[in-house]
C-alpha cells in the first residue's frame, strides 16, 4: 500500500492534483475535558478533528495529523482551509466518506458544509442487494463488514490500533497509525467504485438516487444532528413531578377498584391480563402475534365498549387504566426519556436521524425517535413546548400539505383529483363530495348538517384509499382514531362511492398489484425499488400484505425522494445562510432555528426549496406550510 502521512501542505496539494473524485476520513478524540466519556469522540461538540487520510487512487492514502500529542502536526488552520476550497464545496470534486453524515457535523463544527457532488458509501450499501431480494440494512454496512466481504481484505480494528488510547494519543507517525487512518479513505474509494459498477450492472436508477438523493440527505443529517434541539430542562423536570404525582393518584383509585393487581407501568402485565379475562371473564377480543390475550389501546377501548353494553360496572375501570396508560406514555417516553439524551455541553438532545431505515425510504430516528413527539391534540402535558428557540429566535416549521395524497394523484390520474390540486381546490371538500353525493358547495360549507362528521369520514378515507383500504379496516379507522361508529355496510357504501368518484383510483391500483406481481417488486418514480416476495404467495397474510406494499411504496416511497431533493437544494443555499439551522425531520415536516428578524427570508428560502418540481414529470403543485413560534408547541401559521 503507499499510504504515507503528510504534514506540508505543498505535498498535500500535489497529492490532490485536481482529482475528479477524493474519499476522505476523519479520525476524532474528545478534548480535556471529556476524556472520561469514550463515547465524547463522536460528538462535534466535544470533540476535535484528530487528522484527515485523503485517498484518490485505490492503494494510495495520505494521513494528515491535526491534533496529535507526539510526532508533529500539519498546520491545522492552513490545511482546513485549503481542503474547504479545494475540496468539500468544490462543486467539480466527487467527496466519498464511509458514513458522510459524521464528518458532515464535524465540518459543519467548523461553518463548513459539504457541497454535491457528494457520495456515501453507507448509502450505497443500503441501496445495494444482499441476496436476491433483500438490501443491505445499516447493521450490514459498515466498514469493516464490507471490506471482507466485497473486497476480501481485513481491516484492523479501532481497539486493535488505540490499544486502549485515545487516536491522539498515537504517534502520528507510526506506520500502523498511518495504516488504519488510510484504509479507511482508501477502501472508501474502493466501495465507490466497486458499488457503481454493481448498480450500472443490476440497479442503475439506485445510482442516481445515492448520489443526487441519499448522499446529499446524508449531510443534511449531519447538520440536524450538531444542531440539535433546544430543551426546556427546568420545565421536563417540573412536569416530571406533576405526571409521577397523576401517576400515583391513577394507581390509588385503580387499586380501590382491583385491589392489589400488579398492573406495572403501562397495565399491560400478565397478572392485570389474568384478571381481566380469568377473574372478571371479560371476552378476548383481540390476541397477539403469539396468540395471547391482547392488552394494548385498541383492546381497552373494545372492551370498554363491550362492557358498556354487558357489564357498565366496569366501564370507570377502563377510563381509569386508558388514562393511567397514557400519561405513563408520557412521562416515560417523553419526559424521562428526553431528559436521558440532553447533551451536557450542549442543553440539546441530538437524536440520530436515519434516511434509509424502512423499506420505503423514509426517515426514522433514535437515541430518542423525536419523530413520535406527540401532537398538542393528544398530550395534556405539551411535550412539544419544550423545545426552545433561544432568545431573540424563533422555531420555523415546513410542512408538505398532502404530499402523499398530491404523490397519489399524480399516480392515477384521476382527472377530479389532479383538477382539485391544479386549481387549489380542497381534497377532503371533494372526497366528502364523492362519496356522500352532495354538491361541492355544500361540502366545504362549515354551516352545512353533518359538515364535521362527513369531513371526518373523508380525511380518513383519503389517507387511507391509496393503500388499498377495505370496508373492515375503514370501520376500525374511523372507530378507534376518529370515535366514529359505522356499521361495515355503511363502509362498503363509502368505498364503493368513493371508486365510482374516483375512477381511475381503481384502475391504478389494480395495474400496480399486477406489475408487483409479474416483476416480484414495486418502486418509486425515481426508481428506488423494494422487493416483495410474498406477492405470489399462497399464504393469504403474506400476499395481502404484499399487495399493500406494492401500493404504499410508491406513494410514500416517492414522497420521501421529493421531500429528500428539497434537502439537496437546501444544502447548497445554507452557507449563504449561516443563521438558519436545520434542526429536525418529522415525517413530511422540516423544523428550523433562524434569528428572528429573517423569518420572512428565511421561509421564502425554505418554501422555494420544497415546492420546487421535483422532477419535470410532476405536474401536480406540491405546496409547503410553514408556521413559527417560540416553541414547538406554540406555532402559528404563516400568512
Not at 426519556?337 to 455541553?345: M, S
Not at 362528521?453 to 383519503?462: L, S
Not at 362498503?492 to 383510483?505: D, F, R
Amino acid at each position: 500500500m503507499n499510504y504515507r502521512c503528510e504534514t506540508d501542505l505543498a505535498a498535500i496539494k500535489d497529492y490532490l492534483q485536481n482529482a475528479p473524485v477524493v474519499a476522505f476520513d476523519f479520525e476524532t478524540a474528545p478534548l480535556l475535558q471529556y476524556r472520561d466519556d469514550p463515547r465524547a469522540a463522536l460528538d462535534a461538540h466535544r470533540a476535535c478533528i484528530v487528522g484527515i487520510s485523503l485517498s484518490v487512487a485505490e492503494g494510495s492514502a495520505i494521513y494528515i495529523p491535526l491534533e496529535h500529542f507526539d510526532g508533529g502536526n500539519a498546520d491545522s488552520d492552513q490545511v482546513i482551509s485549503f481542503l474547504r476550497d479545494a475540496l468539500w464545496t468544490n462543486p467539480a470534486v466527487t467527496k466519498v466518506a464511509h458514513n458522510l453524515a459524521f464528518e458532515s457535523m464535524f465540518l459543519y463544527a467548523l461553518g463548513i458544509i459539504i457541497q454535491p457532488p457528494c457520495y456515501d458509501t453507507i448509502a450505497a450499501a443500503q441501496m445495494t442487494l444482499k441476496n436476491s431480494f433483500e438490501f443491505r440494512g445499516l447493521s450490514d454496512s459498515g466498514l469493516k463488514k464490507l471490506v471482507p466481504e466485497l473486497l476480501g481484505d481485513e481491516l484492523p480494528t479501532f481497539e486493535d490500533v488505540t490499544g486502549g488510547k485515545f487516536f491522539d494519543e498515537l504517534n502520528s507517525h507510526d506506520p500502523e497509525t498511518v495504516r488504519y487512518a488510510c484504509a479507511d479513505s482508501d477502501y472508501a474509494l474502493r466501495l465507490y467504485r466497486r458499488f457503481n459498477e454493481w448498480f450500472d450492472a443490476f440497479l442503475p436508477r439506485h445510482r442516481w438516487i445515492v448520489e443526487n438523493v441519499e448522499s446529499p440527505t446524508a449531510v443534511y443529517c449531519g447538520l440536524m444532528k450538531y444542531n440539535g434541539l433546544l430543551m426546556d430542562e427546568p420545565a421536563m423536570i417540573r412536569k416530571q413531578g406533576e405526571c409521577a404525582a397523576r401517576l400515583l393518584d391513577l394507581r390509588e383509585k385503580i387499586r380501590g377498584m382491583i385491589g392489589d393487581v400488579d398492573i406495572g407501568a403501562n397495565a399491560g402485565t400478565q397478572a392485570f391480563k389474568d384478571y381481566l379475562f380469568k377473574e372478571l371473564g371479560l371476552p378476548v377480543l383481540k390476541t397477539t402475534a403469539k396468540n395471547a390475550e391482547a392488552a394494548d389501546d385498541q383492546t381497552l377501548t373494545m372492551l370498554a365498549e363491550w362492557c358498556a353494553e354487558h357489564r357498565p360496572e366496569l366501564v370507570p375501570l377502563f377510563e381509569l387504566v386508558q388514562e393511567y396508560r397514557r400519561w405513563s406514555k408520557l412521562k416515560t417516553t417523553y419526559i424521562d426519556g428526553y431528559l436521558r439524551f440532553v447533551n451536557p455541553a450542549t442543553g440539546r438532545i441530538h437524536p440520530d436521524l436515519l434516511p434509509l431505515a424502512t423499506e420505503t425510504g423514509r426517515f426514522a430516528a433514535r437515541n430518542p425517535n423525536m419523530q413520535n413527539c406527540p401532537r398538542k391534540t393528544n398530550d395534556p402535558v405539551g411535550i412539544r413546548a419544550f423545545i426552545l428557540a433561544p432568545e431573540s429566535h424563533v422555531l420555523v416549521s415546513c410542512d408538505f400539505s398532502q404530499i402523499e395524497l398530491r404523490v397519489g394523484a399524480f399516480y392515477c390520474r384521476d382527472p377530479k383529483m389532479l383538477e382539485t390540486y391544479r386549481t387549489g381546490g380542497d381534497i377532503h371538500a371533494a372526497t366528502t363530495s364523492v362519496i356522500f353525493g352532495i354538491p361541492y358547495a355544500l361540502a366545504v360549507d362549515k354551516n352545512a348538517p353533518d359538515y364535521k362528521e362527513r369531513r371526518t369520514i373523508a380525511k380518513n378515507v383519503n389517507f387511507g384509499v391509496f393503500y388499498g383500504l377495505f370496508p373492515r379496516g375503514l370501520q376500525r379507522t374511523l372507530r378507534f382514531k376518529a370515535g366514529l361508529d359505522k356499521s361495515l355496510s355503511d363502509c362498503e357504501g363509502i368505498i364503493s362511492n368513493l371508486k365510482a368518484g374516483y375512477p381511475n383510483l381503481s384502475r391504478w391500483q389494480e395495474q400496480a398489484r399486477r406489475a408487483a406481481t409479474t416483476r416480484q417488486y414495486t418502486q418509486t418514480f425515481l426508481g428506488r425499488r423494494r422487493y416483495l416476495p410474498g406477492i405470489r404467495s399462497q399464504d393469504w397474510g403474506r400476499k395481502s400484505f404484499a399487495e399493500r406494499c406494492a401500493l404504499n411504496t410508491p406513494i410514500q416511497g416517492t414522497a420521501a425522494d421529493i421531500l429528500k431533493l428539497a434537502l439537496s437544494r437546501l444544502i447548497v443555499g445554507l452557507p449563504e445562510r449561516p443563521w438558519l439551522k436545520p434542526l429536525l425531520q418529522i415525517h413530511d415536516e422540516l423544523v428550523f432555528e433562524l434569528p428572528e428578524n429573517k423569518l420572512p427570508e428565511a421561509v421564502a428560502f425554505i418554501q422555494a426549496c420544497m415546492d420546487a418540481q421535483p422532477f419535470p414529470e410532476m405536474d401536480v403543485p406540491i405546496v409547503a406550510e410553514a408556521a413559527y413560534g417560540p416553541d414547538f408547541g406554540h406555532m402559528k401559521e404563516m400568512e
